[in-house]
């Protein structure tokens, strides 16, 4: 059972260029999740898609894109990317959005924009 | 939680001891937390969480002790083994979504 998988794991882009992060679920989740994390702070929402056929910004959407291609997918584009965006970014599934619900991350990708 | 900029705070416990993982959560109105462990190079990975409704929870070799009067949680972990070297963070849950807080590095020594 992989839960949630995402890939690449790590990726190296100049400013500028474009690249799209990949992630799936195979627990049948209903809501998926994207954060970054960076040195020293919490995990924050980028973008998250309470169901299929939804999606909705977080604390943090700013240079992000999002598409939810199916239940099991939740995909993150960085259209144009910046320095700002070297992060490491994390992949999450839930059952169904609020309370009360587990988050099940997947091992992250690591992105360096230089 | 507090912001710690760009270094965590770091606990160091001796293999064999307690540790006590602390917390402070933001809204006063969060019901829901959890406490997540981050090794290395690897996602957040649950280990405990606690409705408002209760004080504590324990599982196995860990506690999560609520205080919603100073908005407190810590994680309890009996008997600290070296593969509980990691990075623990707490999620609060009010509204739709968590906060999470920047976390705590436990170093066990030999």
Known sequence: NAGVTQTPKFQVLKTGQSMTLQCAQDMNHNSMYWYRQDPGMGLRLIYYS?????????????????????????????????????????????????????LFFGSGTQLSVL | GESVGLHLPTLSVQEGDNSIINCAYSNSASDYFIWYKQESGKGPQFIIDIRSNMDKRQGQRVTVLLNKTVKHLSLQIAATQPGDSAVYFCAETYGQNFVFGPGTRLSVLP
């Not at chain 1, 309470?50 to 700013?62: L, M, R």
């Not at chain 1, 997918?73 to 070297?86: G, I």
């Open chain 1, 50 to 102: 309470a169901s299929e056929g939804t999606t909705d910004k977080g604390e943090v959407p700013n240079g992000y894109n999002v598409s939810r291609l199916n239940k099991r997918e939740f995909s993150l584009r960085l259209e144009s990317a910046a320095p700002s965006q070297t992060s490491v970014y994390f992949c999450a599934s839930s059952a169904r959005q609020g309370r009360g619900e587990k």
